[in-house]
Each structure stands twice: as structure tokens, then as C-alpha cells.
């Protein structure tokens, strides 16, 4: 700056200043991309490090990382790509300054239109460390080859915390990876399995012992491997892999969970709080009410693919609330036909869900079966106005019995929800839709105060306008609609997927007039506040004229 330069004011230097202030410049460079980053780098030193370090946070292209190693060339005819050169020892000493800097790498075969597998290989044979990228926590491997399998094992270490490795099922893992895996990253906390384990994980997960969360295919989750876990001092979350994408390659054989009958010995399952399973209701009946059961679950997320009779869900109730202090619970019934007749005496009642009232802690349930939930509007009033601390309720809100006998409740429903729970998030039911059923609009009605999610699942609805207008008066401006159905893994008869696609038509319908309708009621009730306070005003100028004090 020259002699008789002006300085800047003082709120400009403060400005200028806290474009250095490393944490809030890396907050800043985490919200933009990878190609304006790259531009930041340049920008000075300081920058430079910061830049750097959001840059290779997370890679998920292995060429364009290694070729800060060595420059990479493609072999056209070989159909691969290959290292102009080998790497030496210098080579690895200057992509320490790149590799020091991976916390997070993403490997997806499919994104590799040639092979690098001999790349990988030349990785391995010159690398100076066993550790090729010393400071990565999280793995995500993708594979659809037995070759790929193998690199995978390259970037295993002592530092590695979470892993994912998802493959086909006909690309089974072999024993010697959980050899290696357990060996090389035994420090693991999360491990996500999407893939066929033989019978060495019951061996892996011994060899894991800081292990927390474990998550398989759901048919995976046998007698034995819940034995094991039993014994595992850390883990706190045995979880489902719960993506319905080619859901028959991942989840297995549904025989290895026909029973359900782990032995527990006294201390199993020391922090456990998250438990899925896929089981028969009466196998986990049992299990819950045998000794050392894990009773201080907070979370129960259960699958099952057999019918069960009321009052076997009845009695399964009752022993949660008796045995575990859960606050969310999580029952769907799946079944691999998609039967359409209502069946009376297999159908869910409130009497059969009523020992949910009993839980102490409970504030989240989703129910999911076949047919719909036998309730009334009085046995809703209850429900609700016994259980204002509910935070999240779908109440079987996309059955696949689509009579008219099925539907018991309508847009009344909503009612007592929105009175007397006030922390309510979501909120799922089964219900007709019409405009005889629907509240006048001269009606007193209490609007839900926390609703962000409708679920209406393959309810019924008609008269798109009349619904939508209630919808805006009872959800908050904010609350989204969700409709459609979960089924969709199984097949379903013809007439059941065109009556729901019908009524998926007519809720689309309503969905595209909420906004609209929002907005012209935000502009009528800003309309009356105007008149409000106009009244106000001339009110009191009229007062004031008259002389007459306000009381």
C-alpha cells in the first residue's frame, strides 16, 4: 500500500478477515463444487489447504485420484487403463500430499467403462505403506465381479470405521475376505453387508470387536448370527438392508428365518437399541418373553411374511410393553400374494392395537399389512386423545383389500390428531375421501401445529377440490402428501393395480391443487388482517372523536 494510500474502513477489513478464518471458509468450500474449488486453491496458501482438503474429502473416481500418482494411459486394444510408468518410491512420496487427504472412497464398478484392475494391481505391488490412504474412515464397495471382490481388500486398514460392500448374489463373498477384512480393519464400527455372507461371518463378527452397527439382507439374520451378535459388547444397531431395488438379489432365502429361535445367555446384547428383524410374530413372541431377551431396545423395526391371527399381534404387544421400553415400533406384514378379498377374522381391530396405549414410551408406530385396520371415528378419538405425545403414527395406510368394507374412516380422522397431539410429524391412514364426509367449511376446525408428512397410502378419494380445500385448512402450509404403495416388490392381481392406479390419479389431482389453493388462502387471511387492523384504526379515530376512552 502506498505512503498516502487511504486504509479501507474498518467494517471492510473485518470483512476481508473473515474470509481467513479456516472454519468458516471450510464451511463455505462444502457447499460449493468440485471445479470452483479447484479455482480456490489457487486463490492463496491458506485457501490452498482448505480447497485441498474438501477436494479429496470424498473421491469416487479412482482413475482421476491415481493419476496423481503416475500419469494414466488407455490401452485401446486391451480395453483397459494402465500407468505410463510405474510409480517409484518418489512418486508415493508426493501423492501423500493427495492420499493423506481421502477420508471417504466410493468404488462402483459400473461407473468404469474400461478395466483397471491391473492399475489396482500395480497400486498394490509398488505402494511404500500397507495403508494407501492412511486417514479414510469409509469404504463403499460396489462390485459385480469376483476380480473387483479382490481389489477391494487393497484399501482395508486399521483406521477404516465404516464399510459397505453390495453385490449380486451370485458373486458370493468369499471366506478369505472376512479372513482379511478382519485381520486388516478390525477396528471397524459399521459394517452394511449387501451381500450373500457364508458361514464364516459368525467367525468375522468375532474378530470385530469395536464393531456397532451391523446391517445384512434380511433373510440373513438367522438364529446363529443373532447368537453371535448377542455377544458383542459394542453394537448397538443390528439393521435391515431396507432399498427395494433388485430387493430378490439381496435379501436371500426367506427358509433361513422359517425359525426363529436364538438361546441368549445372561448378558447378551449389553448396549444394544436398534433391533430389525424378519421373523414370524410367534417366534418373536417368544423370543421377547424369554430370559436375557434384549429389553432395552428403544427401536423395533420387524418384517414378517406369515399370516398372524389378531390376537397373536394382540399378545406380541402386550409382551413389548410388559418387557422393552421401545419409543418406535415398526411391524409390516408382507405377504407374496396380493390377495384382494377381505377376510374378516384376520383383520387388525383397535382392540388388537390397543396395548400400544400401554407403552410408556412409545412415540412412533407403523403398521403395514394386507388388510385395513378395523377402526371408527370414536375408537380414533380415543386413540389420539390417549396419546398426546405421539410424534409419528402410520396406521396402515396402503392396504391391499380395496373394498368398500374396508373403509371405516374419512377426512373426520384427521380431527383428533391435530387436537390432541401437538408434536405430531407424520401421520398415515386409510381413509375415503369425499365431499358428503368432508367438515363444513363453516366448521370450527384446530390445524395440525407440527404435521410435515400426509401419508394417504391407497386410500380413496374424490371430489379432487373439495379435498384439497380441507387439506388446507387442517396442514400446515408446509405438511407434504404422500399417496401410492409399498407392495410393489410382490406381484398383484390386475383389477388391485388399476383401482390403485385410479386412485393414485386422483390423489396426484389434489397434490397439484394444494399449492394453489395455499396461496390464495395465504392471500385471504392476509386480506383479513388488513381489514382487521383498518377496523382497529378506524375504531379508535372513532373513539378519539367522540371522545370515549377505550375500557
Known amino acids: 500500500m502506498c505512503a498516502d494510500a487511504v486504509p479501507p474502513p474498518h467494517s471492510e477489513l473485518l470483512a476481508q478477515r473473515v474470509f481467513f478464518i479456516p472454519e468458516l471458509v471450510d464451511i463455505i468450500f462444502n457447499f460449493l463444487d468440485r471445479k470452483t474449488n479447484v479455482t480456490n486453491a489457487l486463490v492463496c496458501k491458506q485457501w490452498s489447504r482448505i480447497a485441498s482438503d474438501v477436494i479429496w474429502k470424498e473421491v469416487d473416481n479412482l482413475i482421476q485420484l491415481f493419476s496423481h ?107 478369505a475376505f472376512y479372513m482379511d477384512l478382519g485381520a486388516r480393519a478390525s477396528h471397524l464400527h459399521t459394517l452394511n453387508l449387501w451381500a450373500q455372507p457364508p458361514g464364516e461371518l459368525q467367525m468375522l463378527l468375532r474378530n470385530l470387536p469395536e464393531l456397532r452397527k451391523i ?68 417366534d418373536l413372541d417368544r423370543f421377547f418373553r424369554s430370559d436375557f431377551a434384549p429389553i432395552n431396545l428403544t427401536t423395533l423395526y420387524i418384517n414378517t411374511y406369515e399370516d398372524c391371527r389378531p390376537l397373536g399381534m394382540h399378545d406380541f404387544l402386550v409382551t413389548l410393553s410388559q418387557q422393552c421400553h421401545l419409543s418406535k415400533l415398526y411391524i409390516h406384514f408382507f405377504h407374496d400374494e396380493g390377495l384382494s378379498v377381505l377376510v374378516p377374522e384376520n383383520q387388525i381391530s383397535y382392540e388388537t392395537i390397543k396395548p400400544l396405549l400401554t407403552f410408556p414410551n412409545l412415540v412412533t408406530f407403523e403398521l403395514l399389512h394386507k388388510y385395513p385396520v378395523k377402526i371408527t371415528l370414536d375408537e380414533i378419538e380415543e386413540l389420539a386423545s390417549r396419546w398426546p405425545s405421539l410424534e409419528s403414527l402410520v396406521l396402515n395406510a396402503e392396504p391391499l383389500a380395496l373394498g368398500k368394507d374396508g373403509l371405516t374412516l374419512d377426512l373426520r380422522a384427521l380431527l383428533p390428531f391435530a387436537r390432541h397431539c401437538p408434536r405430531l410429524w407424520k401421520l398415515g391412514l386409510y381413509i375415503s375421501a369425499a365431499e358428503e364426509t368432508t367438515p363444513s367449511v363453516h366448521s370450527s376446525i384446530e390445524r395440525f401445529r407440527s404435521l410435515l408428512v400426509l401419508s394417504v397410502g391407497s386410500s380413496r378419494a374424490r371430489d379432487a377440490g373439495t379435498v384439497a380445500a380441507f387439506l388446507t385448512r387442517v396442514c400446515p402450509p408446509s405438511c407434504a402428501l404422500e399417496f401410492g404403495i409399498r407392495h410393489g416388490r410382490f406381484p398383484m392381481d390386475d383389477e388391485i393395480v388399476t383401482q390403485l392406479h385410479q386412485r393414485e390419479l386422483t390423489w396426484e389431482a389434489i397434490a397439484g391443487l394444494l399449492p394453489v389453493l395455499i396461496e390464495v388462502r395465504r392471500e385471504e387471511q392476509e386480506r383479513w388482517r388488513e381489514e382487521v387492523e383498518d377496523l382497529r384504526v378506524r375504531n379508535r379515530l372513532l373513539m378519539e372523536q367522540c371522545h370515549i376512552k377505550p375500557s
Open 69 to 175: 500418482l503416475k500419469p494414466i494411459r488407455q490401452v485401446a486394444h486391451q480395453g483397459e487403463k494402465v500407468f505410463e510408468a510405474m510409480p517409484d518410491a518418489n512418486d508415493w512420496l508426493r501423492f501423500e500430499r493427495y492420499s493423506s487427504r481421502v477420508r471417504c472412497l466410493r468404488f462402483d464398478s459400473d461407473d468404469y467403462v474400461l478395466d483397471i484392475n491391473h492399475l489396482l494391481d500395480d497400486v498394490a505391488r509398488t505402494r511404500t505403506s500397507p495403508e494407501i490412504l492412511p486417514n479414510m474412515h469409509t469404504l463403499e464397495w460396489i462390485y459385480y465381479c469376483n476380480d473387483h471382490m479382490e481389489r477391494c481388500k487393497l484399501f482395508l486398514h486399521r483406521q477404516l470405521r465404516h464399510l459397505t460392500v453390495v453385490a449380486p448374489s451370485k458373486y458370493q463373498l468369499r471366506p
Open 215 to 282: 446391517v445384512l439382507p434380511e433373510f440373513h439374520f438367522t438364529s446363529s448370527v443373532i447368537e453371535e451378535l448377542s455377544r458383542a459388547k459394542n453394537i448397538r444397531v443390528v439393521d435391515l438392508s431396507h432399498d427395494d431395488n433388485d430387493w430378490d438379489e439381496y435379501r436371500g432365502d426367506q427358509k433361513n428365518v422359517e425359525t426363529f429361535a436364538p438361546v441368549l445367555e445372561e448378558g447378551a446384547f449389553p448396549s444394544l437399541s436398534n433391533l430389525s428383524l424378519a421373523a414370524k410374530i410367534d
